[in-house]
């Protein structure tokens, strides 16, 4: 069983920047690939971005690209997200997600949830 545990939202200016973080209970965390989703209100949860457990592979949603920048570190069991040039449409709950294999993620189906953590833009 693993615990994920997000922290690091809050409110920010449109093109400021925000890093998020994922920690996780549990040693085989770090076999895992794992990735970052988000929800914005009114609409479905969708795919951010997710890195192999290696941290070799990382995949991005269009929507993210060149802009968001995931990473992890395994020797403390924690997943990164660096968002910069954040705008107000970036404005969701993002949730941390683990299990399976790169493409178990990004197709939605991992096995670990975290609570997720609020992030907010300003215009």
């Known amino acids: 069983q693993v615990q994920l545990a997000e922290s690091g939202g809050g409110l920010v200016q449109a093109g400021g920047s925000l890093r998020l973080s994922c920690t996780a209970s549990?040693?085989?965390?770090?076999?895992?690939?794992t990735g970052w989703f988000r929800q914005a209100p009114g609409k479905e949860r969708e795919f951010a971005a997710g890195?192999?457990?290696?941290?070799?592979?990382?995949y991005y949603a269009d929507s993210v690209k060149g802009r968001f920048t995931i990473s992890r570190d395994n020797a403390k069991n924690t997943v990164y997200l660096q968002m910069n040039s954040l705008k107000p449409e970036d404005t969701a709950v993002y949730y941390c997600?683990?299990?399976?294999?790169?493409?178990?993620?990004?197709?939605?189906?991992?096995?670990?949830w975290g609570q997720g953590t609020q992030v907010t833009v300003s215009s």
């Open positions: 890195i192999s457990w290696t941290g070799g592979s990382t």
């Open positions: 549990g040693r085989t965390f770090r076999s895992y690939a």
């Open positions: 997600a683990a299990g399976g294999t790169l493409d178990s993620v990004v197709s939605g189906t991992p096995w670990y």
